[in-house]
Each structure stands twice: as structure tokens, then as C-alpha cells.
């Protein structure tokens, strides 16, 4: 069970308002407005409705008919209206309304189902509301307006004969220039096939399981967690699986897609009811996002990057597999129920494009697909750094309607232009209802534990939706990391040529003149002695972290935006110097906790009299010490043999200046602290 389910449930009013209609602003035609012969509307006056706890009042000027329907203040009241000899179909409904008494919101169902809220703006004069569209049948229907939060006046309901929808303005395109070829296809996969079908999904590897055994078949998208890899957990023994988990799915031909429960990065409550574990809940921390933002000095600040740049380290296993990833962090910010989101829009925009910045630019992390996660658009972080926009949506139990009303809120954040999804589903849209409502989601992501709650999704209804031919399953997937491409380019970039190597005690810095393709290069891939050891968006990169006085082999690869590859360079083979580096620092090691099975260690590297420029930082264990996580350093390890370099921002130190890093490991046994050697990098 996801750790905020239960809070959401409490919180569903302010989770998600849609839950079976789509407002008839998107369905328009281009440009906002209805063709000048659209149909005319169905007036249904209020007041000759029937009324349950509410009555018919006069007082207010300027209303049609013979009244209004006031007393909207008690659980329960509502009005109903008779809709007779519908032809049915999709329909365009509005509430004539009054709002005296500030913003409200009321309930609309249909033939007793619900539809879901319609937001009533506060006014003093009476106005139009968009209640979205509704599904009629043939013959009678009813539609009602509940309390919901009451304190309105309702004048009179119409109906409206829905227009199609007009064709989506999605382009596919990705805010990261230099994103890999695995990601641009699985974007231009999803584009193709928006509006045309809905991959299933499932939150949790043994959820997913579950899913599979039970239903029969596998899901499309596997959901993980970066939460277990945030800082602050890992210090307290957490020690995260879902990089694994997603290498494993990668395999098996799934899309990945990744939520950040971020623990926050520092003052943490750690008290019953909220403890260290809840880190990522607004009422577990003290933690300040606004002020942190508002001081990139503050070491608040620097815990930001620090963290971000621990989740790159996963993010790059992945990246360096060949694995794109639908990458959803800052979920649910509007909410407020988690830290980032609790001092408003302003710093959790800001955070979510420092984080874009500093994965894409700093980190070098160019796999991911950037979603975002709300429908409110004083919260919408921008275009240019969105390339998805999703919503979760959590309605009662056993409600298996197409979260239309949703839908068309997050196609009016964008213009249509950006894909949109179902991040996190409670009860799975009927793809019916999905088809009928013209709500075209891209994929759905059942949370973990809400496949097996019968309340909300009985097994007899998940085999239903898993067969159906509208929703995509594992087996039905196909090779969305190269058949996506850019329209058919077969042609690979040519090879790399002039590669040479500069050597530095222990790094190397190579360069190569420019590949040329027909479409374009997009990068290149550096093999060191056959294994692939890096990429680079530009025709140079240095290789860090590497023995002195050894022997390298490297060849260079260019790749287009299809994937294409190109033949391997002529190999150039680059001895490192002797180690000149030795005694250009200090680096002190310090077990910060240790439980019995595994440990967490900070290291300080201190520079000597002359400043740095990069820094390495080897050991080598008496034990079995495995290293697990790793932060704000680059780490490798060898059998006993650990090897820590630089990140991009933290190798240049003044003379006298100092940098930590941190990392988790398992071990058994003893834990005896290693001898460590500090080199200029």
C-alpha cells in the first residue's frame, strides 16, 4: 500500500475533483467557440425539479423562469431534473448559477451515478458554470446537483449536444536537446499511439506480480519508487531495490516509469505519528522549501543538490542500460500534504526546475521523460521543462468512470499539446466508459495494494479491462525503444575519426572530430577496453576515477535520435602518468551509523597547499564490505577495492578547502575502518 493512499483517501476532496466528466471547453471547436449552426441547448429550470431539503426562492433578482432552488446546507439536499426521450449520447452540461456566499463546489450525478464536482466561482450575479459532458442513454435520464459543499443557488441545468472533439496538438517533442534515443522513441511511441489506446500499468514489482498470476497477464508499465534512495532514509538503513527492479522489467520489454517519495533532506520530526520514515509528509518535517530556495548558500540549499544528485546515481544505471524512464517527481504538490508542495506553487516550480536543470545539465541524466503532476495551472512549472502532464486519481471504491473532467483540465494546462496520463489510479477507468467520454489518457498506473482491493477493483473486472483490445499489456507492447524513432531514419551517423587522448594521473581526456548523419547527431558513447564507460553530447569527454601509470584502450561510437549507431573509431590506447596527484589531499573517514549487517560512512576530502580541480579517493576493505548507495561522489568498487571521484560540481576545492561524500554498504562480520589514499583528480 502506497505510504500517502490513506491520507489521500482523507484528503479525496482535494485530490482530484473529476471523476466522469469532461467539460465542454476542450470540446469545442478550434478556437474555443461552437459553430454557429451548433445545436441549441435544453433548459431545464431548476425549481420544477424534484427537491429533496431544498426550496424555491424569489428574493435574488435576475433569475429565469419562475425561481431558483436555494438551501443547499445540509448533507443530502439536492435537485433533480427530468431529462425525457433522450436520443442519448454524449452531452455538454451547465449550471445557471448564483455564488453569494464565495467559492463552492457541488456534486453532479447521472441516473444516480456520479459524475463528479462542478466549481462554482464566487459571484454576485448569475452565471454559467461548465459542468463538463455527461452520457446520456436512450430514453429518460436524470441529473441531480448535491450538496457537496452547499451555499449556492442553482437557476437552471442545460444540455447541450456534445461537438467531436478536435484532433490532438501533441508534437512529442522533449524539453532535454540531448535526451537519449531509448527516450526520444519511447516519447514518439507514446505520441503515435495517443487517442488510440491506453497502456495498463502497476504500481510495485510485487504488485505487478500479482497482477500477472491473478489476472493472467502483465502490464505495460511497471511503477517503482526512488523514495529508499533518498539521503535522509539511507542514513537510517534503508537500502533501495527498484533500480534493480527496473533493469529486471527493462528486460522483459516494460516501460518504466518513476515516482520520488523525497524524504526531506534534513529535519526530520522522527516522533510517534511521525516518524523518520513519513520524512515525505508535510506534518513529518520542519524542512523549509522556500527558504532553502531562497539561499543557494544555506546548507539547506546544498541538501537539495545533494539529494538530487543521489537519485542521478540511480537515474544513470539506468541511463547507461539503455533504460528510458517516465520520471514523475513533486508529485501531487498542489495537495500541500507533502513538503515540496507546502509553501505554494512558486517553490515547488522552482524546485521542480532546479531538478530539471540540475539532472539534465550538472548530472548529465538524459533518459527521462518529465512529467508533471497536476491540473492547476498556477502550479504548472512550464512548458519548457514538461514534457508529459499526468494526474492520480483516487474516486470511491468500485467508481470505474474515465476521470474525464480531469482530462480536460490537463488539456487545457498545455493547449493540448503535451501527452497526458493517469499517474496513479485507486479504481482502473472502465475502457468503455474511456471510449464513450473520449478521454484519451496515454496509460493508467494502478497503485499498490488497489489491484487487490475487491472494493475497488474486483479480479473478475481486471481480467475484463486486461483483455480488452483498448488497453495495451506487456505482450502487446512491441520495441517502443527503437521502433519509435523519427519516421523511419535506418541511417547510422559515420564513425567517429581523429580520436586522440591527453592522460592525467588519473583521468584521461579524450577528443574526435564531429560524426555527420542525415537527420543529425545527437550524441556519442565512449568505450573504455570494450565496456561502455560514458556518454557525450559534444566530440570530447574525460574519463575520471582510472589507476595511474595504466594502460587504457578506448574507441567512440555517435548515435542519431533513431538510435542508429555508428561503426566504433579507430582505437586509441592512453597510458595515465605516474601519479603525481598522491599527497594534493587529505580525505578522513567516519562511520556515521552501523546496525549489524550494513553501515553508512562519510568521507571529508580536505585539499592541501595548492587548490584542486578534481579529486579521487581510494581504499580498500579488510572485510567483505559491499557498497550499495553513494552520494555526492562517483563510486566504484572491485572486489574489497573502493574508488570515490568528484561529482562535476564539487572537484574544485581552495587550498585548504573541503568536500564530504557519503555512501551505505552491507557487510558481515567485522567493520574495521580502511586506510584511505587522496589524489588530485
Not at 568498487?637 to 576545492?653: F, H, I, K, P, Y
Request: hydrophobic share 35%.
Amino acid at each position: 500500500m502506497s505510504p500517502h493512499v490513506s491520507r489521500r483517501r482523507r484528503l479525496l476532496r482535494l485530490a482530484v475533483a473529476g471523476l466522469l466528466a469532461v467539460p465542454a471547453a476542450v470540446a469545442l471547436a478550434p478556437g474555443g467557440a461552437q459553430a454557429a449552426d451548433a445545436p441549441a441547448a435544453q433548459v431545464y429550470q431548476a425549481e420544477d425539479g424534484t427537491l429533496n431539503g431544498v426550496t424555491v426562492g424569489t428574493s435574488v433578482s435576475g433569475y429565469q423562469g419562475a425561481g431558483y432552488v436555494e438551501g443547499f446546507d445540509q448533507s443530502g439536499d439536492s435537485l433533480t431534473v427530468t431529462v425525457p426521450d433522450s436520443p442519448g449520447g454524449l452531452y455538454s452540461l451547465s449550471l445557471h448559477y448564483n455564488g453569494p456566499y464565495g467559492d463552492k463546489k457541488a456534486n453532479l450525478l447521472v441516473n444516480g451515478s456520479g459524475v463528479g464536482e462542478v466549481s462554482l466561482p464566487a459571484t454576485t450575479t448569475w452565471k454559467d458554470a461548465a459542468a463538463g459532458n455527461v452520457l446520456l442513454k436512450a430514453g429518460t435520464n436524470t441529473v441531480t446537483v448535491s450538496n457537496d459543499w452547499g451555499w449556492y443557488l442553482i437557476d437552471s441545468i442545460s444540455l447541450t449536444p456534445a461537438p467531436p472533439r478536435p484532433p490532438h496538438a501533441v508534437t512529442g517533442d522533449l524539453t532535454d536537446p540531448r535526451a537519449t534515443p531509448e527516450a526520444r522513441s519511447l516519447m514518439t511511441y507514446l505520441t503515435a499511439n495517443y487517442g488510440k489506446d491506453i497502456l495498463s500499468g502497476q504500481q510495485d514489482a510485487a504488485h505487478e506480480q500479482w497482477v500477472e498470476t491473478n489476472v493472467g497477464k502483465a502490464p505495460a508499465i511497471e511503477g517503482l519508487d526512488m523514495m529508499d534512495y533518498s539521503p535522509s532514509r539511507v542514513e537510517r538503513g534503508t537500502v533501495g531495490t527498484d533500480t534493480d527492479n527496473a533493469l529486471a522489467w527493462d528486460k522483459r520489454g516494460g516501460i518504466t516509469a518513476f515516482v520520488w517519495h523525497w524524504n526531506a533532506p534534513t529535519d526530520l520530526i522522527d516522533q510517534p505519528g511521525k516518524e523518520w520514515w513519513r520524512g515525505f509528509y508535510t506534518d513529518s518535517t520542519t524542512f523549509d522549501v522556500a527558504a532553502a530556495l531562497a539561499d543557494p548558500s544555506s546548507a539547506d540549499y546544498k541538501l537539495l543538490l545533494r539529494d538530487i544528485d543521489a537519485i542521478a546515481v540511480q537515474l544513470r544505471r539506468l541511463q547507461d542500460a539503455g533504460v528510458p524512464v517516465l520520471w514523475r517527481p513533486l508529485h501531487e504538490a498542489e495537495g500541500g500534504w507533502f513538503w515540496w508542495g507546502a509553501k505554494g506553487p512558486e517553490p515547488a516550480k522552482a524546485l521542480y526546475r532546479l531538478m530539471h536543470e540540475r539532472l539534465t545539465d550538472v548530472d548529465g541524466i538524459h533518459n527521462l521523460i518529465w512529467e508533471w503532476n497536476s491540473v492547476d495551472p498556477a502550479w504548472y512549472p512550464g512548458d519548457d521543462v514538461v514534457d508529459m502532464v499526468t494526474a492520480d486519481s483516487y474516486p470511491t471504491a468500485g467508481d470505474h468512470g474515465p476521470v474525464a473532467l480531469t482530462y480536460d483540465k490537463e488539456l487545457s494546462l498545455t493547449g493540448d499539446t503535451k501527452v497526458a496520463a493517469l499517474s496513479e489510479v485507486g479504481t482502473v477507468p472502465d475502457p468503455d466508459l474511456l471510449r464513450a467520454y473520449r478521454a484519451d489518457w496515454s496509460y493508467f498506473v494502478t497503485w499498490a495494494g488497489s489491484e487487490q482491493d475487491t472494493a475497488a477493483n474486483s479480479l473478475d473486472f481486471l481480467k475484463r479491462v486486461y483483455g480488452d483490445p483498448y488497453v495495451v499489456t506487456l505482450d502487446e507492447l512491441g520495441d517502443f525503444k527503437h521502433t519509435g524513432g523519427t519516421g523511419g531514419d535506418t541511417t547510422a551517423p559515420s564513425a567517429p575519426a581523429g580520436l586522440t587522448g591527453t592522460p592525467g594521473a588519473d583521468s584521461v581526456a579524450l577528443t574526435w572530430k564531429a560524426a555527420t548523419d542525415d537527420v543529425g547527431v545527437t550524441g556519442y558513447d565512449v568505450y573504455r577496453d570494450g565496456t561502455k564507460t560514458g556518454s557525450s553530447a559534444t566530440p570530447s569527454y574525460t574519463d575520471t576515477g582510472l589507476t595511474a601509470g595504466t594502460a587504457y584502450t578506448y574507441t567512440v561510437r555517435a548515435r542519431d535520435a533513431a538510435g542508429n549507431v555508428s561503426a566504433a573509431s579507430a582505437a586509441v590506447t592512453v597510458t595515465t602518468t605516474a601519479g603525481g596527484g598522491a599527497g594534493a589531499c587529505t580525505a578522513t573517514y567516519r562511520t556515521t551509523s552501523d546496525w549489524g549487517s550494513g553501515f553508512t560512512a562519510d568521507i571529508t576530502v580536505t585539499a592541501g597547499a595548492r587548490a584542486l580541480t578534481g579529486w579521487k579517493v581510494t581504499w580498500t576493505y579488510a572485510g567483505n564490505q559491499k557498497l550499495t548507495n553513494s552520494w555526492n561522489a562517483a563510486t566504484t568498487q572491485t572486489g574489497a577495492s573502493v574508488r570515490a571521484s568528484n561529482m562535476g560540481w564539487n572537484g574544485s576545492l581552495p587550498a585548504g578547502g573541503s568536500a564530504s561524500f557519503g555512501f551505505q554498504a552491507g557487510y558481515t562480520g567485522a567493520n574495521a575502518v580502511p586506510v584511505l589514499t587522496c589524489a588530485a583528480g
